[in-house]
């Protein structure tokens, strides 16, 4: 077993399991259904990249996974993903934003964890996954960040954008048509309507998804055009509209716990890089690693606490 492999696979499990019982416990249906969306989104659209496109293949050092080399899936990949769903939802919940915005904000906030985490992945233990005809370097190209594809940050983008708009939508009109605010409790999220709300989310945004992949074949010289005006255009938007309606947090958020895969997200990375040496080939990487990560503990530290003022 390769260390850095097992050690974060193990991590997410873990963290999976802990999320699932407390969301449980505590009667957090909506959120369970949410975790469960992303997890799901998550599994079957690598699955379909992987056996379709045979753009890259994973390491057979995962624990846990579906399929026979080179068609496997390992599941932890899936549930990272519903956790970073789930999470960015509680997150941009404690803002009063319009669904757009919101929507916006969890995009944003997912990929930014994913730039880290992918450059980092692909070095580790001979690499997480490797692409078939993307190879590892040090640079900013065209083509990649050093090393990932901009189509994988594009495509992943989307799969967030596409999926919390779907269920953004979905509840807004459910709430609507029963007269029902506190979607949380058993009562107003019975367990046909969660069922429904995953599976309606994951067949209509892998459906988009789909559409906008697509697009990236009539222009693939430009991919990393689209990806720098899709998140940095989406950075502007938010700013913008923070600054011109003067948004803060309304609320803060309902526990700690819910921060702490973001924070293991880039602690991993930041340990795993000088642990084995990556900060003398990727020097500006890890800079701009550790100042986003002390910049995401301040923010998240706030959230988390009752320093921020509360507007009406």
């Not at 499990?13 to 992303?38: C, P, R």
Request: glycine share 6%; proline share 3%; aromatic share 18%.
């Amino acid at each position: 077993m390769k260390f850095w492999t097992s050690f974060f696979e193990l991590s997410v499990l873990l963290y999976f399991s802990i999320e699932v019982i407390l969301l449980i416990q505590k009667k957090k249906y909506l959120q369970f259904s949410t975790l469960i969306t992303g997890a799901i989104f998550g599994v079957v659209l690598e699955f379909v990249n992987v056996f379709l496109t045979q753009a890259y293949t994973y390491s057979q050092e995962f624990i846990l996974q579906v399929g026979i080399f080179p068609n496997n899936i390992p599941l932890v990949i899936g549930l990272a993903w519903g956790i970073l769903l789930e999470t960015s939802h509680q997150i941009s919940e404690c803002f009063n934003l319009p669904i757009f915005i919101r929507t916006l904000f969890e995009s944003v906030f997912v990929v930014s964890v994913d730039l880290f985490l992918d450059v980092v992945a692909i070095r580790l233990d001979g690499g997480f996954w490797i692409w078939t005809d993307e190879p590892i370097v040090s640079t900013i190209t065209t083509t990649s960040l050093l090393g990932i594809g901009y189509g994988n940050f594009y495509g992943w983008f989307c799969v967030i954008f596409f999926s919390s708009i779907i269920l953004h939508l979905f509840d807004k009109i459910y709430a609507k048509i029963s007269g029902n605010k506190d979607q949380n409790s058993k009562k107003s999220s019975p367990w046909k309507y969660l069922l429904l709300r995953i599976t309606i989310t994951v067949i209509l945004a892998e459906g988009l998804l789909f559409v906008f992949l697509n697009i990236l074949r009539f222009a693939p010289s430009f991919i990393w055009l689209f990806f720098v005006l899709q998140y940095f255009g989406s950075i502007l938007i938010l700013i913008f509209y923070m600054v011109k309606n003067n948004k803060r947090a309304t609320s803060k958020l309902p526990n700690v716990y819910s921060l702490a895969y973001y924070m293991f997200s880039y602690f991993f990375c930041i340990i795993t890089m000088i642990v084995l040496g990556l900060i003398r080939e990727i020097p500006v990487f890890f800079a701009l690693n550790v100042v986003y990560g002390i910049g995401m503990i301040i923010f998240l530290g706030r959230l988390s606490s009752l320093q921020w003022k509360q507007t009406t």
